[in-house]
């Protein structure tokens, strides 16, 4: 059987979206590791970005934030176009991302403080308030971030995600080192966000629960592909899977083959 | 990365505040830039004292040695501030999160530029201090000659420094190894420490190439008072200027190389002792 054709988005607002993919490939060589895949994430809303190791996630982030670039296709991040205006692009985006973590040989105070020159943080002082209380850093305030654990790390990492309140941001495995109780409100912190300042959230994990409690929507990313999208509660029972976890294991572990990549009839 | 007119000056703060944060919180680094130097001074001193003692000329060793030996020196000093402040970032691992915000190429080679501008110069003025404390160095000796003599060797180091972070770029962390003697190979034809006269001709014309060549061989002429031609300073200058397009040009092609094909993010991932 053919592949069912991804379903159209359904935008939050009638904003225009905040983060537009339109064709995006990425050759290295003779490989394509990201086969022309185009996507949009609308202002309020987190998308799940899914997928195996090796699947295409982390190419896919990196030329979203500008530091791969793209054989052929276009992004627009808040309607400017990343490849052609990329500083200007980028002002109104952030990431965080457990493979990124921030200078360990800096205070968090010092790596907040630089990464808001960076971003362009007019109101500092305010944002660093901020972002502290979000995520219950204040007492590291002066610590070296090489001396906090790998959570509060984390932590960290996501406050400097937040501090230019960006419009696209874009979280690789964000609660990968964290506890359930800090990953919970780390998660209630990040929908309020999105919520709040009206920003699209691009969010990859591999903990399905989490999927599903936190996104409106999942792309399922396998071998550079999006091969399906929908609402990560409605899409099991459509497929006939008991839980996300089992259709995510059904889809990316089937081997390609031409046209028929997965066997999952929607029902 | 797309070009922009006008550098923002922020961003090119914040790769230097980020320096002296680090040299604030750290006597590990801040204890090498004057260490080195002074040690520098202290054994070229007492060799050249030795020197004079020795040749019963009227040669003035003092300005013509132990002078060159800080302008060296200071040189050497401004290479290594540039690839130190870039190997901060390779170290940390912090290429991914330094190149996903706004800051351009430009402003980023700016930043580590002044962080080099700023410690070079505090290594500088310990080694003026202790040339002229201890062995009666006097910058007088070489007028008002001697700020271009510091600006071409200021451009020089900021080129090589340019160069050596493009080459750890391209080919990675392990060719740390081969940056660091970079002016101890060029030292030679560079005639420190002795007129260009002294080398075979052919590589004369080698040395012709290098603006610091025409500094120490001023320097030399001031000292024995027979001034300095200003074309040959105008000339070192230029070199310099030249020296420092191609370096961003080569910098520039690296770093479009390494968007290209992945490396800034491998070298994010990369666990470098």
């Not at chain 1, 899914?50 to 627009?76: C, D, R, Y």
């Not at chain 1, 200078?103 to 901020?130: E, W």
């Not at chain 2, 050249?48 to 000329?57: D, I, P, R, V, Y």
């Not at chain 2, 401004?78 to 901060?88: H, I, L, S, Y």
Request: aromatic share 10%; proline share 6%; charged share 15%.
């Amino acid at each position: 059987m053919t592949l069912p054709r991804p379903l159209a988005p359904q935008p939050l607002s009638a904003d225009p979206p905040v983060l537009r993919v339109e064709n995006l490939r990425k050759h290295y060589g003779q490989v394509e590791a990201i086969k022309g895949i185009s996507f949009q994430v609308f202002p309020g809303e987190i998308v799940g970005l899914l997928g195996v190791n090796g699947a295409g996630k982390t190419t896919t982030i990196s030329m979203l934030l500008g530091v791969l670039e793209p054989t052929s296709g276009s992004i627009e991040l808040s309607s400017v176009n990343l490849l052609r205006h990329r500083s200007q692009a980028l002002a109104g985006t952030n990431f965080a991302a457990v493979y990124a973590p921030l200078p360990g040989n800096l205070t968090v105070y010092q790596n907040l403080r630089v990464f808001a020159l960076l971003y362009g943080v007019q109101d500092f002082a305010a944002r660093l308030q901020s972002v502290l209380n979000a995520f219950d850093l204040h007492r590291f305030r002066d610590a070296k971030c090489g001396v906090l654990s790998s959570g509060e790390q984390t932590r960290v990492g996501l406050a400097k995600a937040m501090l230019n309140r960006p419009r696209v941001l874009l979280l690789d495995e964000p609660t990968a080192s964290i506890d359930p109780a800090s990953a919970r409100e780390i998660r209630t912190t990040i929908r309020r966000f999105a919520a709040q300042a009206h920003s699209g959230v691009l969010w990859t994990s591999h903990n399905m629960y989490e999927v599903e409690e936190v996104c409106s929507r999942v792309l399922f990313l396998s071998q550079g592909e999006i091969v399906l999208e929908g609402d990560p509660r409605k899409l099991p029972s459509e497929y006939g899977k008991p839980t996300l976890e089992d259709l995510f294991i059904h889809v990316t572990s089937q081997p390609p083959d031409g046209e028929q990549r997965w066997s999952v009839k929607p029902s | 990365m797309e070009r922009q007119a006008i550098m923002n000056p922020a961003r090119v703060a914040a790769i230097l505040l980020r320096q002296l944060y680090l040299y604030r919180g750290s006597a590990a680094r801040v204890v090498p830039l004057f260490a080195w130097v002074t040690i520098d001074m202290v054994l070229w001193g007492f060799m050249t004292k030795f020197l004079g003692a020795l040749a019963h000329t009227a040669y003035r060793f003092v300005p013509a040695l132990l002078g060159a030996v800080l302008f060296w020196d200071f040189m050497t000093r401004v290479m290594q501030g540039v690839t130190t402040a870039f190997f901060e970032d390779v170290w940390s691992r912090n290429f991914l999160n330094i190149f996903a915000t706004p800051i351009t190429m430009s402003e980023y080679i700016a930043g580590l530029l002044l962080s080099s501008l700023v410690t070079s110069l505090v290594g500088l003025g310990v080694m003026i201090a202790v040339a002229g404390a201890a062995f009666g160095l006097s910058f007088a000796a070489y007028g008002v000659i001697a700020l271009p003599f510091v600006l071409v060797l200021l451009l020089s180091g900021m080129a090589l420094g340019i160069t050596a972070i493009a080459i750890v770029l391209r080919f990675g962390p392990a060719a740390e190894w081969f940056i660091w003697p970079i002016p101890a190979l060029l030292s030679p034809f560079a005639c420190v420490y002795y007129p260009l006269s002294t080398l075979p001709v052919r590589l004369q014309w080698f040395a012709r190439l290098l603006p610091p060549t025409y500094v120490f061989e001023g320097l030399r002429a001031v000292v024995a008072g027979h001034g300095l031609e200003g074309s040959l300073l105008g000339a070192a200058l230029l070199l310099a200027g030249a020296y420092i397009l191609l370096a961003y040009g080569i910098f520039a092609r690296v770093f479009r190389h390494a968007l290209q094909s992945g490396l800034i993010t491998r070298y994010s991932a990369e666990t470098v002792s």
